[in-house]
């Protein structure tokens, strides 16, 4: 079982609909990011959280500690948001390092 | 600042080859990681380095890849003798030390092994 695991893997939308991605963690952390991936490999880090909540135009990520579980949501969704989404994690074991563990992605296709 | 810069973006080898990539970080980022990533997975921790120093190796990290930042700037990644299954997306990013400031990923360097 990886230590970040993702759902869905991929998600079909018409555009204007609310988005949610899941993502459920197995180790202490100290820090969650939410990535966005387009196609060419780019990665742009969207969102770092250690509790609670955060809000970014039409993005919102939450994070529950105690449950280990992470939301990504994305508020009338748009055929630019089509990507990969990837949460990511730094364990407390990594806590020195900032090194991240990441999930295997969200494919996100968004329909006009 | 232009961000993390990688080059080059794809690079075309035979297999028992050579290749290098390069990675310059933002400026004042101390710290310097190398990841790869698949198709259809999340990346994975390869090396880093803050300044000069290489300070944690992956076991994914095998004989044939070395990694080095030797003035505590830019870094190289080469792959000696390369193999079909090196072939991956090679990510870099670069951050400052303490609180996770400023974690920012290169384009990425892809890399096909035929």
């Known amino acids: 079982k990886n230590e970040v695991e993702q759902s869905p893997q991929n998600l079909t939308a018409q555009e204007g609909e609310f988005i949610t991605i899941n993502c459920s963690y197995s180790?202490?952390?100290?820090?969650l990011h939410w990535l966005q991936q387009h196609p060419g490999g780019g990665i742009v880090s969207l969102f770092m959280l250690s509790s609670g909540k955060k809000k970014h135009g039409r993005l919102i990520a939450t994070i529950n500690i105690q449950e280990k579980h992470s939301s990504l949501h994305i508020t009338a969704s748009h055929p630019r948001d089509s990507a990969v989404y990837i949460c990511a994690v730094r364990s407390w074991a990594n806590f020195g390092n900032e090194k991240l563990t990441f999930g295997t992605g969200t494919r996100l296709t968004i329909i006009p | 600042d232009t961000g993390v810069s990688q080059n080059p973006r794809h690079k075309i080898t035979k297999r028992g080859q050579n290749v290098t990539f390069r990675c310059d970080p933002i400026s004042e980022h101390n710290r310097l990681y190398w990841y790869r990533q698949t198709l259809g997975q999340g990346p994975e921790f390869l090396t880093y380095f803050q300044n000069e120093a290489q300070l944690e190796k992956s076991r994914l990290l095998s004989d044939r890849f070395s990694a080095e930042r030797p003035k505590g700037s830019f870094s190289t990644l080469e792959i000696q003798r390369t193999e079909q299954g090196d072939s991956a997306m090679y990510l870099c990013a670069s951050s400052l030390t303490g609180g996770f400031r400023g974690y920012t990923f290169g384009s990425g360097t892809r890399l096909t092994v035929v």
């Open positions: 180790v202490g952390i100290s820090a």
